[in-house]
């Protein structure tokens, strides 16, 4: 079972930028799809964005086209979301999480939740001036 672990939320003003990273200790994200989900206060969680396993083709969110990335880096074991133009509507705690079955978990904008088994503890990200 591969454990998760996120960093780099923080509070940033309007517009600004944030990167987060999702690290894995225990086993290589290699061979996992990864998936960014959040949840803000009173509100349903939410994909935001994935990377397939064997095709690294990335999956977003409309409402986050053009301004977030999501990249991979096997080198160091570890799946990163850079956020920039950020919105106060972007204010929730993100987390990231991998689905046991490889090839699960990201054809589409629409990443399901359902499809992911294992989640990281989650990060606070707070977009405000």
């Known amino acids: 079972q591969v454990h998760l672990v996120e960093s780099g939320g923080g509070l940033v003003q309007p517009g600004g930028s944030l990167r987060l990273s999702c690290a894995a200790s225990?086993?290589?994200?290699?061979?996992?799809?990864v998936g960014w989900f959040r949840q803000a206060p009173g509100k349903e969680r939410e994909g935001v964005s994935c990377i397939h396993v064997l095709t690294g083709n990335p999956q977003y969110k409309d409402s986050v086209k053009g301004r977030f990335t999501i990249s991979r880096d096997s080198t160091k074991n570890t799946v990163y979301l850079q956020m920039d133009n950020l919105k106060p509507e972007d204010t929730a705690v993100y987390y990231c999480?991998?689905?046991?079955?490889?090839?699960?978990?990201?054809?589409?904008?629409?990443?399901?939740?359902?499809?992911?088994?294992?989640w990281g503890q989650g990060i606070q990200v707070t977009v405000s001036s």
């Open positions: 225990d086993e290589s994200l290699h061979y996992y799809t």
């Open positions: 999480a991998a689905p046991q079955i490889m090839g699960y978990g990201c054809y589409d904008s629409t990443i399901q939740g359902s499809e992911y088994d294992h």
